[in-house]
């Protein structure tokens, strides 16, 4: 396929591209910059589109991809550690609003039975909730791989009974 056809091929999909981004975001500006984006991956990969297979099935799964990728990495940008004290997972979203007392009360209520753990479980616990890595913790706390697994297992075992009541499930 040349570069004339190519070109020609992908913009004479340009109303139908624009129908599938609509269903996938469901707003108009979002839609015209996933066609955009969609466009520019499918120019830019040009070399990798393989001749005798079908061109609108894979514009459209670059599509999909983009849309995916583009879902993912906004969901990860908005969940967050809370680095004030909290042990919780925090989501930061548009219509942020503050906690009510009833979630307030839940998360003191899960960082007073944390506090409360013992020190051996407590403290793993802890780091692991911070984002090291059990191989990190092992090393800090001059304790075997296998000892800050279990401990750090029989922790959410211990606040799972406990707090059975805020579960997430």
Sequence with gaps: MTQI????????????????????????????????ETFLKALTNRDKFAINTNFNAWVYTIMKNTFINDYRRNIKARSTYD??????????TAGYSYPSPDSSYRTAEINRTIRSLE???????????????????????????????????????????VLGEYSLN
């Design 5 to 36: 056809q190519f070109d020609s091929a992908l913009m004479g999909m340009q109303s139908k591209l624009r129908y599938y981004a609509l269903s996938l975001t469901t707003d108009s500006e979002k839609a015209d910059d996933l066609v955009q």
């Design 83 to 92: 680095t004030s004290g909290g042990v919780l997972p925090a989501s930061l």
């Design 119 to 161: 020190d051996d479980y407590r403290i793993p616990f802890t780091m692991f909730l911070e984002g090291f890595k059990y191989k990190e913790i092992a090393d800090e706390l001059d304790l075997p791989l296998g000892t800050v697994k279990s401990r750090i297992f029989f922790t959410r075992k211990k606040l799972e009974k």
